[in-house]
């Protein structure tokens, strides 16, 4: 199976620790930029880079469980999340905007078996932060990095 590419780029999954699993996925889309779409009316292009992101996301995170699949049951009750968007830009991005362009990832962490639901029953929004240009520090960039902690 090929591995599915998202916004240009390719996801990357890695497990830090057998509590913490980091995403790293192509830059993605501002809450803002998202809304442009919508009221554009480019529905096709929305639905386009869900699908990607999916797809990517599943990929990646299958890799990393025995056999190369999704999880038969989920991989933590409770997680807490925190993104860094790594930018080519020296303007940051404010934090909402980070959440809310996050949301098909949360989505797709249900559909690998990360979490059951993802209600703040079972995530915790950690922080959302913006490094711009220069000032990506150990990160890669530009990307959208999800630091997943298992906490229950």
Request: hydrophobic share 40%; net charge positive; charged share 20%.
């Amino acid at each position: 199976m090929r591995k599915p590419s998202f916004g240009g780029g390719q996801v990357n999954a890695a497990r830090l620790s057998d509590d913490v699993i980091r995403l790293v996925v192509p830059l993605t889309p501002s809450a803002n930029e998202l809304l442009r779409m919508m009221y554009s009316r480019n529905i096709g292009q929305l639905a386009k880079l869900k699908r990607a992101g999916l797809e990517g996301i599943r990929y990646s995170v299958a890799q990393l469980w025995p056999g190369g699949d999704v999880q038969p049951k989920p991989w933590a009750d409770h997680i807490t999340l925190l993104i860094v968007r790594c930018s080519n830009t020296h303007q940051p991005v404010d934090d909402d905007n980070i959440i809310g362009g996050a949301k098909y990832a949360r989505d797709a962490l249900v559909r690998v078996g990360i979490i059951p639901d993802d209600s703040p029953k079972h995530v915790h929004m950690g922080r959302a932060e913006s490094r711009t240009a220069g000032h990506w520090g150990d990160l890669q960039g530009p990307a959208t990095h999800f630091i997943i902690r298992r906490t229950g």
